[in-house]
Protein backbone atom coordinates (compact mmCIF):
# COMPACT_ATOMS: atom_id res chain seq x y z
CA UNK A 1 0.00 0.00 0.00
CA UNK A 2 1.24 3.96 -0.71
CA UNK A 3 0.18 6.16 1.73
CA UNK A 4 0.52 9.91 1.01
CA UNK A 5 -0.20 12.32 4.11
CA UNK A 6 0.38 15.69 4.48
CA UNK A 7 2.06 16.30 1.30
CA UNK A 8 2.79 19.70 0.20
CA UNK A 9 4.80 21.39 -2.56
CA UNK A 10 5.92 24.59 -3.67
CA UNK A 11 7.58 26.12 -6.42
CA UNK A 12 8.53 29.77 -4.94
CA UNK A 13 5.06 31.76 -4.88
CA UNK A 14 3.27 28.44 -6.19
CA UNK A 15 1.83 25.75 -4.29
CA UNK A 16 1.38 23.00 -6.55
CA UNK A 17 0.24 20.13 -3.92
CA UNK A 18 -0.94 21.17 -0.41
CA UNK A 19 -1.98 19.10 2.41
CA UNK A 20 -2.53 16.22 -0.01
CA UNK A 21 -3.74 12.69 1.36
CA UNK A 22 -3.84 9.78 -0.88
CA UNK A 23 -3.72 5.83 -0.23
CA UNK A 24 -3.54 3.60 -3.11
CA UNK A 25 -3.94 0.19 -2.14
CA UNK A 26 -2.27 -2.91 -3.54
CA UNK A 27 -3.57 -4.63 -6.35
CA UNK A 28 -5.59 -1.55 -7.40
CA UNK A 29 -6.12 0.06 -10.57
CA UNK A 30 -6.82 3.63 -9.70
CA UNK A 31 -6.99 6.63 -11.67
CA UNK A 32 -6.08 9.78 -10.41
CA UNK A 33 -8.31 12.46 -12.25
CA UNK A 34 -7.44 16.61 -12.73
CA UNK A 35 -7.65 19.26 -14.69
CA UNK A 36 -4.44 20.83 -16.47
CA UNK A 37 -2.20 22.69 -13.47
CA UNK A 38 -3.98 20.82 -11.26
CA UNK A 39 -1.01 18.42 -9.54
CA UNK A 40 -0.62 15.47 -11.39
CA UNK A 41 2.46 15.26 -12.66
CA UNK A 42 4.37 17.00 -9.66
CA UNK A 43 2.26 13.94 -7.83
CA UNK A 44 3.89 11.62 -9.51
CA UNK A 45 7.15 12.85 -9.85
CA UNK A 46 7.36 13.44 -5.81
CA UNK A 47 6.21 9.11 -5.57
CA UNK A 48 8.55 8.19 -7.89
CA UNK A 49 11.23 10.07 -5.86
CA UNK A 50 12.32 12.53 -9.09
CA UNK A 51 11.68 15.23 -6.05
CA UNK A 52 10.92 15.61 -2.36
CA UNK A 53 7.92 17.31 -1.08
CA UNK A 54 8.75 20.47 1.26
CA UNK A 55 6.18 18.44 4.12
CA UNK A 56 4.30 15.65 4.47
CA UNK A 57 5.22 11.79 4.29
CA UNK A 58 5.10 9.49 1.67
CA UNK A 59 5.76 5.64 2.53
CA UNK A 60 5.54 2.13 0.73
CA UNK A 61 4.32 -0.86 2.67
CA UNK A 62 4.76 0.79 5.58
CA UNK A 63 8.64 1.84 4.31
CA UNK A 64 8.97 5.43 4.51
CA UNK A 65 10.70 6.32 0.64
CA UNK A 66 11.94 10.04 1.22
CA UNK A 67 15.54 10.16 0.84
CA UNK A 68 15.60 7.11 -1.02
CA UNK A 69 17.11 7.32 -4.96
CA UNK A 70 14.07 6.46 -7.57
CA UNK A 71 15.61 2.81 -8.52
CA UNK A 72 15.32 1.95 -5.07
CA UNK A 73 12.01 2.60 -4.39
CA UNK A 74 10.13 -0.39 -6.40
CA UNK A 75 7.88 1.84 -7.71
CA UNK A 76 8.18 2.30 -12.06
CA UNK A 77 7.52 5.01 -14.24
CA UNK A 78 6.14 5.53 -17.76
CA UNK A 79 6.39 8.68 -18.82
CA UNK A 80 4.56 10.48 -20.95
CA UNK A 81 7.38 11.01 -23.88
CA UNK A 82 7.70 7.86 -23.68
CA UNK A 83 11.71 8.87 -22.94
CA UNK A 84 13.11 5.62 -24.84
CA UNK A 85 16.72 6.05 -25.64
CA UNK A 86 16.67 6.81 -29.78
CA UNK A 87 20.08 5.16 -30.16
CA UNK A 88 19.34 2.02 -28.70
CA UNK A 89 17.14 -1.38 -29.62
CA UNK A 90 13.97 -1.95 -28.13
CA UNK A 91 15.35 -4.80 -26.01
CA UNK A 92 18.43 -2.89 -25.26
CA UNK A 93 15.68 -0.37 -23.51
CA UNK A 94 14.37 -2.94 -21.97
CA UNK A 95 16.95 -4.30 -20.49
CA UNK A 96 18.55 -0.81 -19.63
CA UNK A 97 15.59 -0.68 -17.06
CA UNK A 98 17.01 -3.64 -15.59
CA UNK A 99 20.63 -2.94 -15.45
CA UNK A 100 19.94 0.42 -13.70
CA UNK A 101 17.30 -1.34 -11.24
CA UNK A 102 19.71 -3.50 -9.88
CA UNK A 103 23.39 -3.87 -8.64
CA UNK A 104 24.96 -7.23 -9.29
CA UNK A 105 21.85 -9.17 -8.99
CA UNK A 106 21.13 -9.20 -12.76
CA UNK A 107 25.02 -8.98 -13.96
CA UNK A 108 24.19 -12.60 -16.23
CA UNK A 109 23.64 -10.88 -19.53
CA UNK A 110 21.69 -14.51 -20.44
CA UNK A 111 19.31 -13.36 -17.42
CA UNK A 112 19.11 -9.80 -18.60
CA UNK A 113 18.13 -11.12 -22.16
CA UNK A 114 15.48 -13.48 -21.27
CA UNK A 115 13.98 -11.23 -18.61
CA UNK A 116 13.65 -8.19 -21.81
CA UNK A 117 12.31 -10.91 -23.72
CA UNK A 118 9.92 -11.82 -21.46
CA UNK A 119 8.30 -8.49 -20.54
CA UNK A 120 8.49 -7.66 -24.79
CA UNK A 121 6.50 -10.68 -24.95
CA UNK A 122 3.79 -9.54 -22.08
CA UNK A 123 3.14 -6.39 -23.94
CA UNK A 124 2.49 -7.96 -26.81
CA UNK A 125 6.05 -7.37 -28.54
CA UNK A 126 7.44 -10.32 -28.77
CA UNK A 127 10.12 -9.88 -31.96
CA UNK A 128 9.97 -6.94 -31.80
CA UNK A 129 13.44 -6.48 -29.58
CA UNK A 130 16.47 -6.70 -32.73
CA UNK A 131 14.15 -2.97 -34.39
CA UNK A 132 15.64 0.19 -33.50
CA UNK A 133 13.24 2.97 -31.65
CA UNK A 134 12.76 5.07 -35.03
CA UNK A 135 11.68 2.27 -36.59
CA UNK A 136 8.69 1.36 -34.35
CA UNK A 137 5.20 3.44 -34.00
CA UNK A 138 3.84 5.98 -31.00
CA UNK A 139 1.66 2.95 -29.41
CA UNK A 140 4.38 0.47 -29.43
CA UNK A 141 7.02 2.64 -28.29
CA UNK A 142 4.27 3.24 -25.46
CA UNK A 143 4.48 -0.51 -24.66
CA UNK A 144 8.05 -0.39 -24.58
CA UNK A 145 8.09 1.68 -22.14
CA UNK A 146 5.66 -0.19 -20.28
CA UNK A 147 8.21 -3.47 -21.02
CA UNK A 148 10.60 -1.24 -19.47
CA UNK A 149 9.23 -0.62 -16.63
CA UNK A 150 7.42 -4.11 -15.91
CA UNK A 151 10.60 -5.82 -16.03
CA UNK A 152 12.05 -4.37 -13.09
CA UNK A 153 8.88 -6.01 -10.85
CA UNK A 154 7.79 -2.52 -9.36
CA UNK A 155 4.61 -3.09 -6.66
CA UNK A 156 3.08 0.37 -8.47
CA UNK A 157 3.30 1.45 -12.25
CA UNK A 158 3.01 5.27 -12.09
CA UNK A 159 1.66 6.02 -15.87
CA UNK A 160 1.66 9.75 -16.85
CA UNK A 161 -1.29 10.99 -19.25
CA UNK A 162 -0.60 6.86 -21.00
CA UNK A 163 -3.55 6.96 -23.83
CA UNK A 164 -2.45 10.66 -24.68
CA UNK A 165 -0.66 9.93 -27.73
CA UNK A 166 -2.35 7.34 -29.14
CA UNK A 167 -5.09 7.37 -32.06
CA UNK A 168 -8.61 6.20 -30.71
CA UNK A 169 -8.59 2.75 -31.96
CA UNK A 170 -4.63 2.18 -30.00
CA UNK A 171 -6.39 3.89 -26.75
CA UNK A 172 -8.85 0.91 -26.62
CA UNK A 173 -6.05 -1.15 -27.26
CA UNK A 174 -3.91 0.17 -24.64
CA UNK A 175 -7.31 -0.07 -22.15
CA UNK A 176 -7.09 -3.79 -22.41
CA UNK A 177 -3.77 -4.60 -22.66
CA UNK A 178 -3.52 -2.44 -19.47
CA UNK A 179 -6.27 -4.48 -17.92
CA UNK A 180 -4.76 -7.99 -18.95
CA UNK A 181 -1.52 -7.32 -17.42
CA UNK A 182 -2.68 -5.70 -14.24
CA UNK A 183 -4.84 -9.36 -13.93
CA UNK A 184 -2.01 -11.08 -14.50
CA UNK A 185 0.83 -9.41 -12.33
CA UNK A 186 -1.21 -8.39 -9.52
CA UNK A 187 0.84 -4.88 -9.68
CA UNK A 188 -0.86 -1.66 -8.94
CA UNK A 189 -1.17 0.77 -11.47
CA UNK A 190 -1.91 5.04 -10.54
CA UNK A 191 -3.04 6.66 -14.29
CA UNK A 192 -3.19 10.23 -14.31
CA UNK A 193 -5.77 11.38 -16.77
CA UNK A 194 -7.47 14.38 -17.53
CA UNK A 195 -10.62 12.80 -19.58
CA UNK A 196 -13.39 11.82 -17.20
CA UNK A 197 -13.98 9.07 -19.44
CA UNK A 198 -10.89 7.68 -19.26
CA UNK A 199 -10.27 7.52 -15.93
CA UNK A 200 -14.12 6.07 -14.90
CA UNK A 201 -13.09 3.26 -17.23
CA UNK A 202 -9.76 2.14 -16.52
CA UNK A 203 -9.77 2.51 -12.45
CA UNK A 204 -11.30 0.68 -10.16
CA UNK A 205 -11.12 3.90 -8.03
CA UNK A 206 -10.70 7.47 -8.85
CA UNK A 207 -9.11 10.11 -6.92
CA UNK A 208 -9.84 13.56 -8.21
CA UNK A 209 -7.19 16.10 -7.85
CA UNK A 210 -8.00 19.60 -7.51
CA UNK A 211 -5.85 22.91 -6.88
CA UNK A 212 -3.60 20.31 -5.30
CA UNK A 213 -5.69 18.66 -2.70
CA UNK A 214 -7.70 15.26 -3.66
CA UNK A 215 -10.97 16.15 -3.03
CA UNK A 216 -12.38 12.69 -3.52
CA UNK A 217 -11.20 9.33 -3.91
CA UNK A 218 -13.67 6.77 -4.24
CA UNK A 219 -15.01 3.24 -6.67
CA UNK A 220 -15.76 4.85 -9.95
CA UNK A 221 -19.67 3.83 -9.68
CA UNK A 222 -20.15 5.59 -6.53
CA UNK A 223 -17.52 8.80 -7.84
CA UNK A 224 -20.13 8.95 -11.22
CA UNK A 225 -23.64 8.35 -9.07
CA UNK A 226 -22.66 10.52 -5.73
CA UNK A 227 -20.05 12.74 -6.38
CA UNK A 228 -20.17 14.35 -2.90
CA UNK A 229 -17.80 17.71 -3.34
CA UNK A 230 -18.58 20.05 -6.29
CA UNK A 231 -14.93 20.48 -7.18
CA UNK A 232 -15.46 16.85 -7.91
CA UNK A 233 -18.41 17.21 -9.49
CA UNK A 234 -17.23 20.12 -11.96
CA UNK A 235 -15.04 17.06 -13.73
CA UNK A 236 -18.29 14.99 -14.26
CA UNK A 237 -19.84 17.44 -16.54
P1 LIG B 1 -0.79 19.20 -16.88
O1 LIG B 1 -1.93 18.24 -17.05
O2 LIG B 1 -0.99 20.48 -17.63
O3 LIG B 1 0.56 18.57 -17.11
P2 LIG B 1 -0.56 18.86 -14.01
O4 LIG B 1 -1.85 18.56 -13.33
O5 LIG B 1 0.33 17.72 -14.29
O6 LIG B 1 -0.83 19.68 -15.34
P3 LIG B 1 1.71 20.02 -12.69
O7 LIG B 1 2.58 19.96 -13.90
O8 LIG B 1 1.97 19.07 -11.60
O9 LIG B 1 0.17 19.93 -13.10
O10 LIG B 1 1.80 21.53 -12.12
C1 LIG B 1 1.08 21.96 -10.94
C2 LIG B 1 1.44 23.41 -10.68
O11 LIG B 1 2.81 23.51 -10.29
C3 LIG B 1 1.27 24.33 -11.89
O12 LIG B 1 0.83 25.59 -11.43
C4 LIG B 1 2.67 24.41 -12.45
O13 LIG B 1 2.86 25.64 -13.13
C5 LIG B 1 3.53 24.35 -11.18
N1 LIG B 1 4.85 23.73 -11.41
C6 LIG B 1 5.07 22.42 -11.70
N2 LIG B 1 6.40 22.18 -11.83
C7 LIG B 1 7.03 23.38 -11.62
C8 LIG B 1 8.40 23.79 -11.62
N3 LIG B 1 9.39 22.93 -11.83
N4 LIG B 1 8.66 25.11 -11.36
C9 LIG B 1 7.65 25.98 -11.12
N5 LIG B 1 6.34 25.65 -11.10
C10 LIG B 1 6.01 24.36 -11.36
Same mark, same amino acid.
Given at each position: ???????????? *???? +??? =?????????????????? @?????? =???? @???????????? +??? /?????????? &?????????? @????????? *?????? +???? *??????? $??????? @??????? !?????????????? %???????????????? /???? !???? /? $????????? &??????? +? &????????????? !?????????????????? %????????????????? $??? $???? &?? =??
Amino acid at each position: MLNLSGVTRRYG *ETVA +LED =LNLIVPDDTYMSLLGASG @AGKTTL =LRLI @AGFEEPNAGQIS +LNG /ERLDGKAPHR &RDIGFVFQNF @ALFPHLTVQ *ENVEFG +LKYR *ETGACAD $PKELTER @AADALQL !VGLDGFGHRGVGEI %SGGQKQRVALARTLVT /EPRI !VLLD /E $PLGALDANL &RNRMCDE +L &RAIRERLRVSFLH !VTGSETEALTMGDTVAVL %SDGRIVQADGSTELFTR $PHN $PAAA &RH =LN
